[in-house]
């Protein structure tokens, strides 16, 4: 373990600073452009959407950012999260590995989530803003903006993906217990909102939308901003708690990672438990393999092209470099929601590019297949998304006994899947299928790219 890991470790085991891996890459990630003028963005270009200390670590290169003391008292509620050997999943796959994981279902959310929406909601109140605004898809995210934003006295507003809104019914209601409002999108309270429902009155919405119309209401009003729960840089900065948590716990525990393994929609429960690990590997103290996991039908890494693209469908963000599918390429309907983004963050993206991690595909009913046999046998429900890099592990561990090697696994298990037992029910019914990928979709919708002089 490096000075740095021992210096941040408070007499509550709760990390004092979160690691920014920028400050340690071999070389520095592509810069985001300005969508108009194919120039790297600057701060102003941002200032109407984030609070200003965002905007800083968002390009920051300083290798710690202290975790302000409010924020770590909120992550008292649930910080440090369990750090769980999973002893009967080890018996019932009869391997010589030893599995461990990391658990951030214990958060009030249910996920990782809010790692980051208390640290944003926590420096958009320094700012004196009043009011948030953001999309969800399944809900993860807009219930854990809703309670970070009840604990700040920000008022929080969702934009939910109507099909949504509809189906999963109990998410709207955490929000609202939070004290947030939640709104079905493509609504008539905004213009982009009004433009989609005029053409097609019975839209089900989709996240481009609801980010479109949750963009357009910060950018009117000077008392509210904007808030994104996965892929910006910052998102990933305030994740690394999870990592630096695990260090320490994997280093009580007398143990090293052989192979260190996350989820990754957007990548940021991924870079939280890798990144820390990353570091440690190319400062020669770590050895361990690190793989992300993805949907087979929404293969960022492992079927996208590294390209400079738009973060949203209709093309208001600014062009970043990442493994992308296209801005255009529409994921047929999954129930692993978070995992349906079309692109990666652009550093999960730059350190796959350099080759520093191992990219992973899994289909649904075989993720689905993993997480029962892990509930019971550690009798956690798995999220959906999370399901992924359960069955990564397995897979692991499986491996290490027909190589008779006893290796050391530890994941990210993201969420409890606790909202999410619509899925298990599908999947039981055998509603379930593994649609074959569409490689002509993903064609056409790479070959709207945009074009970019690099
Ligand atoms: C949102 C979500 C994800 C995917 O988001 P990342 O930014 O890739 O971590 C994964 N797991 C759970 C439980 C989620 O809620």
Redo the contacts with the bound molecule.
Sequence with gaps: MSEQVKYLLGEDRIPKAWYNIVADLPEPPPPPLHPGTGKPIGPDDLAPIFPMAVIEQEVSTERWIEIPEPVREIYKLWRPSPLIRARQLERALDTPAKIFFKY??VSPA????PNTSVAQAYYNKQEGVKRLTTETG?G??GSSLAFAGSLFDLEVEVYMVKVSYHQKPYRRALMETYGARCIASPSSLTASGRAILEKSPDSTGSLGIAISEAVEMAVQRDDTKYAL???LNH?LLH?TVIGEEAMLQMADADVEPDVVI?????????A?IAFPYLREKLAGRSHARIVAVEPTSCPTMTKGRYAYDYGDTGHLTPLVKMYTLGASFVPPGFHAG??RYHGM?PLVSHVLHLGLIEPKAYAQTDCFAAAVQFARSEGIVP?P??SHAVKAAIDEALRCKAEGKAETILFCL??HGHFDMQAYIDYFAGKLKDVPFDHSALESALAELPMVAE
């Design positions: 951030e279902g249910g996920s990782h989530k399944a993860q995210w729960g996965s892929v998102v994740q996350g989820c990754a929609g957007g990548g940021s429960n991924f939280g978070g995992l963050s999220a998304e999370s993201s969420g």
